[in-house]
């Protein structure tokens, strides 16, 4: 059983930065892709970005250059680093992780820009 856990999310200024994190029950390295999700109210929820456990990445246009996806296999967790947001970065955002197959997701932690 996978369990993914996010965390940092929070109330920010337009132009500010965050940092969520998605920390995983075992090991993450068998979860492929690991990704983050975002799902704005009344809104489907789509992808942000992902990334391999050989590290490559993939970025959605509207976020490419101002967020940055990583993977620390050692300590189990994946983050999202969030700069220059937006308000139209506000939603909850959802880390996924693939195993054989199955999608595996967190609890959401919600992401506020605003002044």
């Known amino acids: 059983q996978v369990q993914l856990v996010e965390s940092g999310g929070g109330l920010v200024q337009p132009g500010g930065s965050l940092r969520l994190s998605c920390a995983a029950s075992?090991?993450?390295?068998?979860?492929?892709?690991m990704g983050w999700y975002r799902q704005a109210p009344g809104k489907e929820r789509d992808l942000v970005a992902r990334i391999t456990s050989g590290g490559s990445t993939y970025y959605v246009d509207s976020v490419k250059d101002r967020f940055t996806i990583s993977r620390d296999n050692a300590k189990n967790t994946v983050y999202l680093q969030m700069n220059s947001l937006k308000p139209e970065d506000t939603a909850v955002y959802y880390c996924?992780?693939?195993?054989?197959?199955?999608?595996?997701w967190g609890q959401g932690t919600q992401v506020t820009v605003s002044s």
């Open positions: 996924n992780g693939v195993l054989r197959g199955n999608n595996y």
């Open positions: 075992g090991t993450i390295f068998s979860l492929n892709p």
